[in-house]
């Protein structure tokens, strides 16, 4: 099978092209797994952080991808709860301990990381941790439900806001649009700000519902009850934390946070972003009940992603342009496996 592997180490600004084209064996399902046959596969900045070392692999290489959809293809023994020709879809959590904490568990496994995942004509999933998806979507709409959605709605669980309440996001790529659009379905009174530093993002959040969006230093008349932080960046931390009411709280939701402008954690100032009870709660991870609830809910609205397809040959320009270009909703391969 056709597949794309990462096999070192880079740093893309210096190589583009960190992704080897290669012909892998078709894997075989062991007990409690299926096998898929990869339809698409999302591009999530999580795998910028596998490219360059900060959530390194364990081992290399590796095929990456973790916002999976495809037809189910082949069970191994044990595998009751889904059948061939089902429509399923896989996300970052490959195999964890169960739970509602099973996204901290020592046990937590990710799909594209510690095991191949969906940048491949087919792959290998735990039967507990596959997900049907809704028929309200095609392959391409879905694929971002599955990571940039559930950890988006993760992080809005986490940001513990009321409706009629004021939230912010800082960034609006591939979660933010999405979890706009959830929080817009499950608090209709709720007003939404969005920091971005992209004219066109700023203008894809207000098209999408937003009560205000300006650029990422901008200061609105209000205070806001909570932010959810959905870039690589550390200005967008300073900047959201002093936008916060007393005792208001800011979400990280990222895997990793690059270091190209740590610095300005320097100028954090605890009197004028941190006091009065302000908090900051970082995503890990998510669970299999996140993904489930992502796509229900996101099945009633219907919610509709924003998506940006590419050939299944253009992975690393995908990426090259998830790194450097401007972001419009969320970036997808067509794998097209034959």
């Not at 056709?2 to 075989?28: G, T, W």
């Not at 095929?63 to 399923?88: A, F, Q, S």
């Not at 939230?167 to 817009?184: C, E, M, R, W």
Request: with cysteine.
């Amino acid at each position: 099978m056709k597949a794309q592997q990462i096999s070192r180490i880079v740093n893309l600004q210096e190589d583009h092209s960190p992704l080897d084209s290669v012909d892998l064996p078709l894997p075989e399902p062991q007990s409690e797994q299926i096998r898929i046959r990869v339809s698409v596969c999302g591009v999530c900045h999580t795998e910028l952080d596998e490219i360059e070392g900060r959530t390194e692999p364990p081992r290399l290489p590796v095929v990456p991808g973790h916002e999976v959809v495809g037809m189910v293809d082949k069970l191994g023994d044990g595998v009751t709860r889904v059948g061939p020709g089902d429509r399923v879809g896989v996300g970052w959590i490959h195999r964890s301990s169960g739970g509602d904490s099973e996204n901290v568990s020592e046990r937590f496994v990710a799909t594209g990381r510690d095991v191949d995942g969906g940048y491949a004509e087919y792959m290998i999933a735990h039967q507990d941790y596959v997900f049907p998806i809704p028929d309200v979507f095609s392959d391409a709409e879905a694929a971002p439900l599955l990571c940039a959605g559930g950890v988006g709605y993760r992080a809005l669980k986490l940001a513990g806001v009321k409706n009629g309440q004021r939230l912010g996001f800082t960034g609006f790529g591939g979660s933010a649009h999405i979890v706009l659009q959830l929080a817009k379905f499950l608090y209709p009174s709720m007003e939404i700000y969005v920091f971005a530093r992209d004219p066109e993002q700023q203008k894809h959040a207000m098209e999408l519902g937003a009560t205000w969006a300006g650029p990422t230093e901008a200061k609105p008349e209000c205070a806001l009850d909570a932010i959810i932080d959905t870039t690589p960046a550390w200005n967008p931390v300073i900047c959201a934390l002093e936008n916060l009411r007393p005792g208001g709280r800011l979400v990280i939701n990222a895997i990793r946070k690059e270091d190209s402008d740590i610095d300005v954690l320097l100028d954090l100032d605890y009197d004028r972003h941190l006091w009065l009870e302000k908090e900051i709660k970082t995503v890990a991870n998510v669970t299999a009940e996140d993904i489930r609830q992502c796509l229900e809910i996101a099945s009633r609205i219907p919610l509709k992603p924003s998506v940006q397809k590419y050939d299944f040959a253009d992975a690393n320009q995908a990426l090259y342009d998830l790194k450097n270009g401007k972001v419009k909703g969320a970036k997808v391969l067509m794998v097209k496996s034959g």
